[in-house]
């Protein structure tokens, strides 16, 4: 429902931080005490769209926070094997070492060398570079590679616990964000539920109305005479992508979605783009350093189309002047203006 709202301008700051969600709760809540005991439908509309599409910002972070947390396990579980194959092949050595002084020992006695090395830190004994020529080459050699072995198994223990550190703090990010996305959602559903059935019926039936306008505008042969809007080649990858995303219309929105049957709006994007053969980062902000930049009048079938200062809504150019996107939460798939929201830019994917 987000794509109904008045455009405003591209220039008006948002608020597009984790950090700053606190203030603009607060302010939305200061507004709500002091709005209208029986507003409109319109005025109704108007505030359900905004507080959807904060959750939407706030959604786009969670999908980059969720992205990095899943990077960072995989990253943990690599240094953990690793650490551990380190592990065992320091056994070995360490083993081979005290094979050579089991032996000595049998013979007579152990070399004062490996005695050392056996009683006390392999690094202490190897910094007295005076006391290498009392063993051979090879022992010599066996005793540097365990020591460049623990201290290389000790970076990646240390590497691990930092990792699992940032891990965890990620993790309690993701569960704020989810209680912020949820509380914004809940706080319009409220407002919905104050409107009458008719009311209701009466909002349903206009946003039908709209989004039945801009399919069939989308459905409009490419070769009318509008003026308004020339459409322009688009690449064969960006126009398959484009085909992929108008097979899931009316597939409902669900933030952090990434289909098959439901979508947030990186999420059909990323979908419909992998359909193509091409794999985009997760988030609609990482999404436009995707590819070459265009602007409105250049826009091309199967393009991306970003929104809000932010960039934090995308969609995919439909031809007409109209987008293929998901929207917001409480709505599906669907046609919309690529002029029904702040316009940033378009970005052509090859």
């Not at 969600?21 to 607060?26: D, G, I, P, W, Y």
């Not at 786009?60 to 960072?72: D, F, M, Q, V, W």
């Not at 109305?209 to 490419?222: G, K, L, Y």
């Not at 085909?243 to 439901?262: F, I, R």
Request: net charge negative.
């Amino acid at each position: 429902m987000a794509s109904h709202r008045r455009p405003k301008s591209p220039s008006r700051a948002r608020v597009t931080i984790f950090g700053a969600t606190a203030a603009a709760t607060v302010a939305l809540t200061s507004q709500s005490a002091q709005a209208d005991p029986d507003p409109t439908v319109d005025e109704v509309r108007e505030e359900v769209d905004e507080l959807r599409h904060e959750a939407e910002v706030v959604t786009e972070e969670y999908n980059g926070a969720k992205e990095r947390a899943e990077e960072l396990q995989a990253e943990v579980e690599e240094l953990q094997d690793s650490a551990a194959r380190g592990q065992e092949e320091l056994n070995e050595l360490r083993a081979s070492v005290g094979a050579v002084a089991s032996a000595q020992y049998r013979n007579g006695g152990i070399d004062p060398s490996l005695q050392l090395f056996l009683s006390a830190d392999p690094d202490a004994y190897l910094d007295q570079a005076s006391t290498l020529d009392q063993v051979s080459g090879q022992q010599a050699e066996t005793l540097r590679l365990i020591e460049d072995r623990q201290r290389g198994l000790d970076q990646q223990r240390q590497e691990a616990t930092d990792k699992l550190a940032e891990l965890e703090e990620l993790r309690a990010r993701l569960d704020e964000q989810k209680e912020t996305i949820q509380g914004k959602l809940n706080e319009a559903q409220s407002l919905l539920n104050q409107l009458t059935a008719e009311e209701q019926a009466e909002l349903a039936a206009q946003e039908a109305a709209e989004a039945e306008r801009a399919a069939e505008a989308a459905r409009a042969d490419r070769s009318d005479t509008r003026t308004d809007f020339v459409d322009l080649p688009g690449s064969s990858r960006g126009e398959s992508a484009l085909s992929a995303a108008a097979s899931k219309l009316g597939s409902p929105y669900v933030w952090g979605a990434t289909g098959p049957s439901a979508f947030d709006c990186s999420g059909l994007t990323s979908w419909a783009y992998a359909q193509a053969g091409v794999s985009l980062p997760r988030t609609s902000q990482a999404q436009a350093g995707v590819g070459t930049r265009v602007s409105l009048d250049q826009l091309a079938p199967g393009d991306l189309v970003f929104y809000y200062d932010g960039l934090s809504h995308v969609g995919m150019y439909a031809g007409n002047g109209q987008i293929l996107h998901a929207p917001s939460s409480g709505s599906v798939v669907r046609y919309d203006s690529v002029t029904s929201m702040p316009f940033m830019f378009g970005v052509r994917v090859g």
